[in-house]
């Protein structure tokens, strides 16, 4: 089946009201001729901004996390019925970042994603191997543990209502990206997985890329049989940038 591509940007701890503003305001005059579905997600404090930038236009947006809690005494954090009530559509969870630095382990994820679901978002869920991992040849294990905590909570019905990232850790923000065939090949492998399941599922579910994706190596990238688009870090910050690799898309 035919699959739309998806390109995400996760604009991560940046960003500022007329920073925002600027960035916001080309990507909704970029869209023009771009068939691919895009969001942006950013932090929490700009979603107001975000939702009034963008009411109206293609681009759509989201969380960068949010909570496995759906309310109650639990200071920091934001629920997912919140989100929701500044038109956000998705909300990104287990990020390497969530699971590296703040100990999102893979059952507080499963748990995460499900409460997006339960609030109606599409949780953009994020697993991906270290270079260790990658160095010690248990990538397949890794992303296929980081994907069960998912099944294993929610089933497999519930990935037809959500995206999965496949983010090599090795390549967040260093400028290095797995070559296409890499990419692809991990690509297939979470799909077989989600098959094996509901092969229908499997064969529909969107499967971002995201790993120092640019408007010069996007292309071949998303031209993989099994990548579906991508999950943008910096690139997303700078619109030509990020208008590229939607074009690309």
Not at 39 to 54: E, K, N
Not at 127 to 133: F, K, Q, V, Y
Request: glycine share 12%.
């Amino acid at each position: 089946m035919a699959r739309t591509k998806f390109v995400a940007g996760n604009w991560k701890m940046h960003g500022g009201l007329a920073v925002n503003l600027s960035l916001l305001n080309a990507l909704r005059a970029g869209m023009a001729g771009v068939k691919a579905q895009v969001a942006v997600c950013v932090p929490y404090p700009y979603l107001a901004q975000v939702q009034l930038a963008l009411a109206g236009s293609p681009v759509a947006w989201g969380a960068q996390d949010v909570s496995e809690h759906a309310q109650g005494a639990y200071t920091g954090e934001v629920a997912a019925g919140m989100l929701a009530e500044f038109g956000c559509h998705y909300a990104i969870v287990g990020h390497s970042e969530r699971r590296g630095y703040y100990g999102d382990t893979d059952e507080v994820v499963a748990a995460k994603f499900a409460a997006a679901k339960a609030c109606g978002l599409v949780p953009i869920l994020c697993i991906g191997e270290t270079l260790a991992e990658r160095e010690a040849n248990i990538t397949a294990e890794v992303v296929t543990r980081q994907l069960e905590a998912v099944l294993r909570r929610s089933g497999v019905a519930a990935l037809a209502g959500a995206v999965i990232a496949y983010e090599p850790v090795w390549a967040i923000g260093t400028g290095k990206t797995a070559a296409p065939a890499q990419a692809q090949e991990v690509h297939a492998l979470i799909r077989a997985r989600v098959a094996k399941d509901d092969a229908a599922i499997g064969a529909g579910v969107q499967i971002l890329y995201g790993g120092s994706v640019k408007p010069g190596n996007a292309a071949e990238l998303f031209g993989q049989a099994d990548i579906d688009g991508g999950l943008i870090g910096g690139a997303s910050l700078v619109a030509k940038d990020f208008l590229g690799i939607c074009a690309a898309a």
